[in-house]
């Protein structure tokens, strides 16, 4: 055997094992702990949103209620098929947008028709195709099916405008 033992004083803070493994589980651990308590400090403060104010509309207009209740005169006179057709049906009905039949369109009508009043009032009470809902909008079921009925007899039919329903 040779006599060539070098004895190797280490002399560095980290002596053991897990000395050195502490060492390097903090050089990790503690920098993320300290990025994570700045970033909470930094997003702690309170900032209004932006575009906001504290001005009482501003605070009013945030807060609004999210419904609201309207009641109408049941005893309103009824408008006429023409006006509903102009206020509510005319955009898609006059051009013709997104399939819709136009007015006065006999030969796109005619289908429709025959399939009677009772199914052109659901049809446009609950939707259909591209065409959205009507019923529980600014007009009574009855002033819908009047509209219906306008637009149908422009394009044909003969179906009489409905009355409104008496009270019993």
């Known amino acids: 055997m040779s006599d060539n033992h070098h004895e190797e004083d280490h002399t560095g803070p980290i002596k053991t094992p897990k000395q050195l493994l502490l060492a390097v589980g903090y050089s990790f651990v503690l920098p993320v ?4 308590g700045l970033v909470y400090f930094v997003t702690s403060a309170n900032k209004p949103q932006a575009g ?7 605070v009013a ?3 609004q209620k999210v419904g609201a209740v309207e009641i109408r005169d049941a005893n309103r006179e009824l408008k006429a098929g023409a006006d509903v057709f102009k206020a509510q049906c005319s955009a898609c009905h006059t051009s013709g947008a997104a399939g819709a039949p136009k007015v006065g369109d006999k030969a796109a009508w005619a289908p429709r028709v025959g399939k009677g009043y009772e199914a052109l009032l659901t049809s446009a009470l609950k939707g259909k195709g591209a065409m959205g809902a009507q019923g529980g909008g600014d007009f009574d079921d009855v002033e819908i099916g009047r509209a219906v009925v306008y637009m149908a007899n422009e394009g044909g039919a003969k179906f009489s405008e409905p ?4 009270a019993k």
Request: cysteine-free.
């Open 52 to 58: 906001s104010s504290n001005a009482p509309e501003a």
């Open 33 to 36: 702990f300290i990025i994570i």
């Open 61 to 63: 207009a945030r807060i």
């Open 163 to 166: 009355k409104k329903a008496e």
